[in-house]
């Protein structure tokens, strides 16, 4: 809000921030159907949270968060929930598999959208973050929890990275 985004881009990413919440309390009653006593806590923040990032911070936040982070997330929960064997468990893992690639659209709409008011200081940013992207999630516990083996992960991360998210970065950073 404080950069000037559209009421559509504030309005997506408070839906996105109540799909996390969803997602959460989604997880959280599966611990407990394995015994766990979970529930939300504080927030660990080592430090205050700053307000007054740039135009260049947020496009790099969105990058790595957004654009990598949920695609990767989207694409791997979507392997783990054709690959579950527990109903229950798959439609979850889709529902959530859904809502994270709308949240990734939506990161790439964000950087799009920063790229065209910010110029050449944003691209410089968001090429340095696709550049120096860590593409590499621990994939263990995902396949533990899912029931799935590690390796239908392992490929859905090899074909995400090759198929998805190289081509989406090339693209964004070619407009």
Not at 83 to 101: D, T
């Amino acid at each position: 809000m404080a950069l000037g985004a559209s009421t559509d881009l504030l309005r997506e990413a408070h839906e996105a921030a109540l799909d996390e919440i969803r997602h959460a309390d989604t997880c959280w009653a599966f611990a407990r159907t394995l015994g766990l006593n979970v529930e939300a806590g504080a927030f660990p923040f080592a430090e205050s949270i700053r307000l007054d990032v740039t135009l260049a911070e947020l496009a790099v936040a969105t990058v790595r968060d957004g654009c990598i982070t949920e695609t990767l997330g989207a694409l791997l929960l979507a392997a783990a929930a054709h690959a579950a064997p527990q109903g229950e468990v798959r439609r979850a893992l889709e529902q959530i598999a859904e809502e994270e690639a709308r949240h990734a659209v939506f990161s790439y709409r964000v950087v799009a959208w920063a790229l065209a008011r910010g110029g050449g200081p944003v691209r410089v940013a968001i090429r340095d973050a696709v550049t120096s992207a860590r593409l590499a999630p621990d994939l263990h516990e995902l396949a533990l929890r899912a029931g799935v083996d590690i390796a239908i992960l392992r490929n859905a991360l090899e074909q995400g990275i090759a198929k998805v998210l190289q081509p989406a970065a090339a693209a964004l950073l070619a407009a």
